[in-house]
């Protein structure tokens, strides 16, 4: 097959396969809005995310910001502006589970 006949092909694989790879696990989804409404300090309490039934008054609005899983994670990770860091309080599956449900539940690509 020549250069120019395996990239399309080669793409449609590569696309087909991050499909699947990124595809939402309902528990993995479950489990993170579980986290997200009862961690302490629980997400839920300063963000407003309407698929946890949140009304946070002092994060932005997520429904609006739309992060991304990656965003979320970093956050949860090193914390920002007044919002704590995670990384001592959620294994390394939680904070992925809650980056999922946010990215999820607000529309986000992953």
């Known amino acids: 097959m020549t250069g120019a ?11 087909l396969g991050a499909g699947a790879a990124t595809a939402a696990d309902p528990a ?3 489990r993170g809005k579980e986290l997200f409404t009862t961690l302490q300090p629980a997400c839920a309490t300063c963000h407003t995310l309407q698929a946890a039934g949140a009304e946070g008054q002092v994060g932005p609005v997520l429904d609006e910001l739309k992060p991304d ?3 979320v994670l970093r ?3 090193a914390g920002i502006g007044v919002m704590p860091s995670y990384a001592e309080r959620l294994s390394e ?3 992925q589970a809650v980056a999922r449900f946010v990215a999820n539940a607000t529309g986000a690509a992953e």
């Not at 006949?5 to 696309?15: I, M, W």
Request: aromatic share 0%; proline share 4%.
């Open 5 to 15: 006949r395996l990239r399309p092909a080669l793409c449609s694989a590569l696309l």
């Open 28 to 30: 993995e989804l479950a």
């Open 69 to 71: 899983a990656a965003r």
């Open 75 to 77: 956050a949860l990770k």
């Open 93 to 95: 599956a939680d904070m």
